[in-house]
């Protein structure tokens, strides 16, 4: 039996096991309500209503804070001698090399398909609005984080949920928390290895596929598929193997450097159509408010934006707070600051850059897409790099490989935190997690498991109902640290010492004396 032949086995084999299961979860996570003629999934209200509720919480923390959150980065505020395992600046580029991929290439072209080029306006204000809820969620993550005997740092839902419930409500909260970290510990388990892992390896030996090409090409055999997939593995293996630290290091050149890249060729585009700027602006706030040819108007632009967003920065779900929580810091709130910054990088910079390029170069296959023809998102976006760089479908294939392999790369790090919540922190228990992550990898070029991909989306969407329920439980607990870390700004800038800290029990710290 050819390998072709046994993975097309294996493939179908499995999705006709899980098909029955993934479609129920799917019906049941994405439900939707008719809104004026358009379908609003349920969970993703559930996220933008999140996401209004801190801001208004918070008092427009993502705009008043916003310049603060910038100090922070840059190491304005540091501190000596704080626990944790990377810098404010490591810790972001990791969680954002989470969020940024190819949702932001391709996902954001079906977007101004579907909703029109008003659904990136709404894509915005949603990325704003989760800028509160990632506040909320890292603040609480490095609040509640565990610091191990070695100096190596867990944190995320499965240690917030419990230990904050517990603060909150007694033993009972306690209890429930636990109940709930072992969900949440399951859910992220399962998208690491599938949503996070094998289909972001899938998607990019697809397009390398493509402009290679294609299945005639030079890679586009099993053999080629094999090969792609142990690289992929060997690169991931070697940088789990150095823990948050290796990833951190690899993130914080790999982020910039492909954001960078994308940005500029974004930009090239832009400035070579810059008599059509202005009026490709006027378009998208005109859409938004006065769509034409979408479906439910402006609330239907408004749904696909939202949807967008949401899917995108993922704000919210609980993932984020697992890197965050490794930085260096005594304050629980700086880095919920600096994480705020993530939906802003992710949604309202990159997602806005890549909606502006196709409504400024208007592709034939966005015309196309627009008026029913079946055309893949990542095609629409490479048709307008191309109308400027004939030549851009090379540079963007590099851009969705390394979006793809720093995604692999930061879920294989949630995904170890959520396997060592469940199965413990032994060599032997860590080392058979990241065996198995690589060979996911692999599996990745080979296998497509679209089905239990479809599902794993659900499973971690499953997650954000836990996740914010217990961010509004949790909520007054967040502000106290804000106000903590707001003195210590204030006694810095004035020379002071540091007075207030938060200790890793969540108790806040004695107010020293200030000379």
Not at 210 to 238: K, M, P, Q, R, Y
Not at 268 to 292: C, D, K, R, W
Not at 350 to 359: F, G, P, R
Not at 447 to 462: E, H, K, N, R, S
């Amino acid at each position: 039996m050819s390998l072709d032949s046994m993975t097309q086995n294996i493939d179908e084999a499995v999705s006709g096991f899980f098909e029955p299961i993934a479609e129920w979860l799917g019906k049941v996570v994405f439900y939707e309500v008719s809104v004026f003629g358009t379908g609003l999934p349920l969970i993703v209200a559930w996220l933008v209503v999140a996401g209004l509720v801190f801001t208004g919480w918070f008092g427009f923390i993502q705009i008043r804070r916003f310049r603060l959150a910038v100090d922070v980065v840059r190491g304005r505020f540091d501190e000596k001698g704080a626990p944790g395992e990377v810098n404010h600046f490591q810790a972001l580029t990791a969680a954002v090399s989470g969020t940024v991929g190819l949702g932001n290439i391709a996902g954001v072209a079906v977007a101004v398909t579907i909703g029109g080029p008003g659904a990136t306006f709404w894509m915005i204000l949603c990325g704003l609005l989760g800028m509160a809820t990632k506040f909320v969620e890292v603040t609480l993550g490095v609040k509640y984080r565990e610091v191990h005997a070695d100096g190596t740092v867990s944190g995320g839902p499965m240690h917030y949920l419990p230990k904050g419930l517990a603060e909150r409500f007694g033993t009972r909260g306690g209890q429930f928390g636990k109940f709930l970290a072992v969900l949440a510990s399951a859910m992220i388990l399962f998208f690491g290895l599938f949503g996070g892992n094998l289909f972001q390896v899938n998607q990019s030996y697809a397009q390398l596929v493509s402009v290679t090409g294609g299945e005639d090409g030079a890679v586009g055999s099993s053999a080629g598929a094999l090969l792609f997939g142990l690289l992929v593995a060997a690169i991931v293996g070697v940088v789990l193997l150095g823990g948050i630290r290796s990833i951190a290091s690899v993130t914080s050149r790999l982020v910039p450097a492909m954001a960078g890249l994308y940005i500029l060729a974004c930009l090239t585009v832009l400035i070579v159509n810059v008599s059509q700027l202005p009026a490709a602006v006027g378009t998208i706030i005109e859409g938004a408010f006065h769509p034409e040819g979408v479906a439910g108007g402006i609330l239907g632009a408004l749904i696909v934006g939202f949807k967008r967003a949401a899917f995108s920065n993922e704000a919210g779900l609980g993932s984020a707070p697992i890197a965050h929580s490794a930085v260096k810091t005594k304050h629980p709130a700086s880095e919920g600051l600096v994480a705020l910054l993530e939906p802003f990088i992710d949604t309202v910079i990159v997602c806005t850059m890549t909606a502006l390029t196709i409504v400024v170069a208007d592709p034939t296959s966005w015309s196309e897409a627009r008026s029913g023809e079946d055309i893949g998102g990542v095609t629409i976006t490479s048709d307008a790099f191309a109308t400027v760089m004939p030549w851009f479908p090379h540079i963007l294939t590099v851009a969705v490989m390394l979006f793809a392999v720093s995604t692999v790369l930061t879920w294989g790090y949630y995904g170890l935190k959520a396997w060592t919540y469940l199965f413990g922190r032994s060599r032997t228990s860590e080392t058979t997690y990241k065996i198995l992550y690589t060979v996911f990898a692999v599996a990745g070029s080979l296998l497509t498991l679209q089905t239990l991909i479809d599902m794993a989306d659900a499973v971690l969407f499953t997650l954000a109902v836990i996740n914010i329920i217990g961010l509004y439980l949790l909520a007054p607990l967040v502000k106290r640290e804000l106000t903590s870390f707001l003195e210590y700004v204030r006694r810095h800038k004035t020379g002071g010492t540091d007075s207030v800290g938060s200790t890793d029990d969540g108790q806040e710290m004695a107010p020293a004396n200030v000379g």
